[in-house]
């Protein structure tokens, strides 16, 4: 049974950081890209990185770049986001994804669609 | 890069079926083949209905499908049931190698 967990989330100040962990379990973590996405509340979803397999291509929105940075362990299947310059607009649930549907093999860095989701560990930035 | 555009809501009774739209531009839903579509109840994680514009992930109901025209992609529920009252958001990769998602739309079942 495919899992994942996400870890690290909580209240910190605005400028402040925060890193976040996702331990998967159940497939072959070294044969995925794996992404986070966050949502907001009351709002929908924003994709925000994805990490190929052996960490050499890393995607990321646009608007994050420079604060945010996805990383892993394959050793350890674990997925890491290390959050630096928080904003009280970078509250959200944080989710671990990854799509079975598309493994690296097939030439896919960054998947077009998650089917598998962590349940979610939550951001909270206020002062 | 904007959000791609989807109704905020629309609803119908049991046993209907209903079309959410989801308008993008030429550089993402209609530049490629990669739409897929989310389901969300409240306090859960969004669930994968369709991939690849019209792909249904196993142990999805037939009743969920999906489509694309140009910059417009679709998701129609067909017998609309009660446990189908969720929001929904559609997605697709972008020229700029990056995804967007849709800014959802809340479905109502009478």
């Known amino acids: 049974e495919v899992q994942l967990v996400e870890s690290g989330g909580g209240l910190v100040k605005p400028g402040g950081s925060l890193r976040l962990s996702c331990a998967a379990s159940g497939f072959t973590f070294s044969g995925y890209s794996m992404s986070w996405v966050r949502q907001a509340p009351g709002k929908g979803p924003e994709w925000v990185s994805s990490i190929s397999s052996n960490s050499e291509k890393i995607y990321q929105s646009d608007s994050l770049k420079g604060r945010f940075l996805i990383s892993r362990d394959n050793a350890k299947n674990s997925l890491y986001l290390q959050m630096n310059s928080l904003r009280v607009e970078d509250t959200a649930v944080y989710y671990c994804?990854?799509?079975?549907?598309?493994?690296?093999?097939?030439?896919?860095?960054?998947?077009?669609?998650?089917?598998?989701w962590g349940q979610g560990t939550l951001v909270t930035v206020s002062s | 890069q904007s959000a791609l555009t989807q109704p905020a809501s629309v609803s119908g009774s049991p046993g209907q079926s209903i079309t959410i739209s989801c308008i993008g531009t030429n550089s993402d839903v209609g530049a490629y083949n990669y739409v897929s579509w989310y389901q969300q109840h409240p306090g859960k994680a969004p669930k994968l209905l369709i991939y690849?514009?019209?792909n249904r992930p196993s142990g999805v109901s037939n009743r969920f499908s999906g489509s694309k025209s140009g910059n417009t992609a679709s998701l129609t529920i067909s017998g609309l049931q009660t446990e189908d009252e969720a929001d929904y958001y559609c997605t697709s990769y972008t020229r700029s190698s990056s995804q967007i998602f849709g800014a959802g739309t809340e479905l109502t079942v009478l």
């Open positions: 994804v990854f799509g079975s549907y598309y493994p690296e093999s097939s030439g896919y860095y960054l998947p077009p669609a998650y089917d598998y």
């Open positions: 690849d514009v019209s």
